[in-house]
């Protein structure tokens, strides 16, 4: 259940400038009817026993605090979500790219890909556009349909798309020298 809506909260007193009410302290004690709260309690307001305070932690601070403050980590909590498709975006629908390499280009969309990116293809035959991966915000779909139920997209996904990475090799102590020597 959603939190209530109140209405602000407004002084029974305005301000006149900052910090000057419009009514005297004395005016106030009796617009907030204080007079009548003390009248019923035989002319002393009533008072709440103190509620009891929480025991002292058994722990000990600790003797040492570090240098350095150590930052902590927010929560989080969100779950990703797989993201919306625009309803006007369908497996066939011609769209047109809007921004980068092939901006003003038609295009098939083919599948959503599970990082939420499109999968169009120009066709490359057609006007050159290859496969590849497009965000749903950079296009805008168009009423016409091309029908695409012979063509299998299961193998394309974001790992397709990934580059490989090619990890170097480290020079040891023998290479180094090597250059050196070809350098004199």
Same mark, same amino acid.
């Given at each position: 259940?959603? !939190? ?39 002319? &002393? ?11 002292? !932690? ?15 980590? +927010? ?37 959503? +890909?599970?990082?939420?990116? +499109?999968? &169009?293809?120009? !066709? ?5 556009? !290859? ?33 490989? &990475? ?19």
């Amino acid at each position: 259940m959603a !939190p209530k809506q109140g209405k602000p909260r407004v002084s029974r007193n305005p301000e006149l400038i900052r910090g000057i009410g419009k009514f005297s302290r004395s005016k106030m004690y009796h617009k907030r009817g204080l007079w009548a709260i003390k009248a019923k309690n035989g002319g &002393v307001f009533p008072r709440h026993d103190p509620k009891p305070k929480a025991a002292a !932690p058994a722990e000990k601070p600790p003797k040492f605090y570090p240098a350095d403050d150590v930052k902590k980590p +927010l929560v989080n909590k969100r779950k990703p979500k797989p993201t919306k498709l625009r309803a006007s975006i369908t497996p066939g629908t011609v769209l047109i790219i809007l921004a980068g390499r092939f901006k003003g280009k038609r295009v098939v969309f083919l599948k959503q +890909l599970p990082s939420g990116l +499109l999968l &169009v293809s120009g !066709p490359f035959k057609i006007n050159g556009v !290859p496969l590849r991966r497009v965000n749903q915000s950079y296009v805008i779909g168009t009423s016409t349909k091309v029908d695409i139920s012979g063509v299998n997209v299961d193998k394309f996904d974001d790992k397709y798309f990934a580059k490989e &990475v090619e990890r170097k090799k480290k020079k040891g102590e023998n290479e180094f020298f090597e250059s050196e020597k070809e350098v004199r």
